[in-house]
């Protein structure tokens, strides 16, 4: 089992800049495909971006790529998802989950993954 935690959501404003956290726990001796995924009111959840388990390959959803980064920190067992240039269209509620299948891949397919956190709400206002 992993658990995972999500951290460092708010209010920014349009333009402005937030960084995410999702600290990993328990079975954490080998590294997992972690995901963001966010899921705005009235919509369903979707893909944000994804790195592989060694972070050597990432990818991102086309709405957002150029404006966020996804990187990992192994030895705090962290991930983290840096968005700039927000804009009010990015306000969700963000997920990070991690996937036990194999960590070559940067999965995008929310059925992928196994282990999710319990969400931070971002809020980008105009």
């Known amino acids: 089992q992993v658990q995972l935690v999500e951290s460092g959501g708010g209010l920014v404003q349009a333009g402005g800049s937030v960084r995410l956290a999702c600290a990993a726990s328990g079975r954490t001796e080998r590294s997992y495909t972690v995901g963001w995924f966010r899921q705005a009111p009235g919509n369903e959840r979707e893909f944000v971006a994804s790195?592989?388990?060694?972070?050597?390959?990432?990818r991102y959803a086309d709405s957002v790529k150029g404006r966020f980064t996804i990187s990992r920190d192994h030895a705090k067992n962290t991930v983290y998802l840096q968005m700039n240039g927000l804009k009010p269209e990015d306000t969700a509620v963000y997920y990070c989950a991690a996937s036990s299948g194999s960590s070559y891949i940067a999965r995008y397919k929310e059925d992928d993954y196994d282990y999710w956190g319990q969400g931070a709400q971002v809020t980008v206002s105009s």
């Open positions: 790195s592989s388990g060694t972070g050597s390959i990432t």
